[in-house]
């Protein structure tokens, strides 16, 4: 079955530290992946999404994700953590144009950063 | 949340009641999606539709409806039949084929009374 997951509830970090958002997957196929953001009662933003090439890929507010394949794997990573970072995010996987170009998400993460 | 707008943002229904959520998008994109929102559970999909007068059910589509007669607009429906509707409801386009992202909308709330 294609699947995300995304193993913490709930990261912790504070202010001025890196922080990494775990994501992995499982489908069949090259995938393309995405990771989004969510303030409370809003829509989804986009960040960054890998699509082919090199497997570091940059994104909006200074986030950036590393894909590898071996580990299946997609980590959401920021250098240098903001307490306006604070939100929840989700890591999804896109399926085939024969599939309906469904995004399918993990469960989500819920960063909080203090000051 | 641009270019995607939901209404209305809160949604009251009593029980036994359809209610019908309003999406529209001036992105002219081909694709759009219904998405249902639980704490603790992501997203699950319950329609889709790739082109005007097509769509297809998601993973969750029992009790709800949709309608794509236009390309900027696909209504959802939720209707009686479904068992427990409070829940965040999101709407999301996209171009359609290949790697393009998905852009949501603000969302609409649904609390049954």
């Known amino acids: 079955a294609q699947s995300v997951a995304q193993p913490e509830d709930q990261v912790n970090v504070a202010e001025g530290n890196p922080l990494t958002v775990k994501c992995t997957y499982s489908?069949?196929?090259?995938?393309?992946l995405f990771w989004y953001v969510q303030y409370p009662n809003r829509g989804l933003q986009f960040l960054l999404k890998?699509?082919?090439?090199?497997?570091l890929v940059k994104g909006s507010y200074g986030f950036e994700a590393e894909f590898n394949k071996s580990q299946t794997s997609f980590h959401l990573k920021k250098p240098s953590a903001l307490v306006s970072d604070s939100a929840l995010y989700f890591c999804a996987v896109r399926l085939g144009y024969n599939q309906g170009g469904k995004l399918i998400f993990g469960q989500g993460t819920e960063l909080s950063v203090k000051p | 949340d641009g270019g995607i707008t939901q209404s209305p943002k809160y949604l009251f229904r009593k029980e036994g009641q359809n209610v019908t959520l309003s999406c529209e998008q001036n992105?002219?994109?081909?694709?759009m999606y219904w998405y249902r929102q639980d704490p603790g559970q992501g997203l699950r999909l319950i329609y889709y539709s790739q082109i005007v007068n097509d769509f297809q059910k998601g993973d969750i589509a029992e009790g709800y409806s949709v309608s794509r007669e236009k390309k900027e607009s696909f209504p959802l429906t939720v209707t009686s039949a479904q068992k427990n509707p409070t829940a965040f409801y999101l709407c999301a386009s996209s171009i359609g084929q290949g790697s393009g992202e998905q852009f949501f909308g603000p969302g609409t709330r649904l609390t049954v009374l």
């Open positions: 992105l002219n994109h081909d694709a």
């Open positions: 890998y699509i082919t090439g090199d497997n």
């Open positions: 489908v069949s196929g090259n995938p393309y």
